[in-house]
């Protein structure tokens, strides 16, 4: 292999590989986002907060914006799902800013998100359960990147297959 190809092969891997790896939502470590100076959050919406298209909200995720929202951090769900009531109810019911039909990873929709919280790339951290979506799109604009594993087995069906090489990256992150 040329030096040139490995290069290359190293930046797209950094492309993919997320700052933080963790199991939900709830993990997340207040004192990681203080370190870095994080101040936005911008989230996914299906399989991340909620499971597949179950747009109930839990108790314990509201509690969770809450308390985001009082220790100063400003909130953004970035989702690819297409427009729908019950979505919009989710967002007024987390007090969140929501930015739907997106499709990500394009980065002009990241940094529409990022302009609604009127924050920078350096202070804003993007949450998802996809690699090829949430954490690539997240890495271009250079936004800090948290994995999360996803809440649900149910799922978009091009979805299932992009699973199938997000396997193989973890497999050489070395997480699996
Ligand atoms: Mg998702």
Redesign the pocket.
């Known amino acids: 292999m040329s030096s040139n190809t490995q290069v290359r092969r190293r930046s797209i891997m950094q492309l993919l590989t997320p700052s933080l790896h963790i199991e939900t939502i709830y993990d997340l470590p207040s004192a990681w986002l203080k370190e870095r100076a994080i101040t936005s959050i911008i989230t996914?919406?299906?399989?991340?907060l909620v499971p597949?298209r179950d747009y109930r909200v839990a108790e314990e995720l509201a509690d969770w914006f809450d308390s985001l929202h009082r220790s100063g951090f400003k909130t953004l769900i970035l989702?690819n799902a297409r427009p729908a009531p019950t979505i919009v109810e989710v967002s007024h019911r987390l007090n969140t800013e929501l930015i739907v039909g997106a499709r990500k990873p394009i980065s002009r929709f990241f940094r529409r998100a990022l302009e609604l919280l009127d924050s920078k790339p350096h202070e804003t951290c993007v949450i998802?359960?996809?690699i090829f979506?949430?954490v690539l799109g997240g890495n271009i604009v250079g936004c800090h990147t948290v994995l999360v594993e996803?809440i649900g087995h149910k799922?978009f069906v091009g979805?299932k297959f992009m699973r199938l090489l997000e396997k193989l990256v973890k497999r050489r992150m070395g997480t699996v």
């Open positions: 996914d919406l299906d399989n991340t597949w989702t998802g359960d996809q979506t949430d996803r799922e979805t």
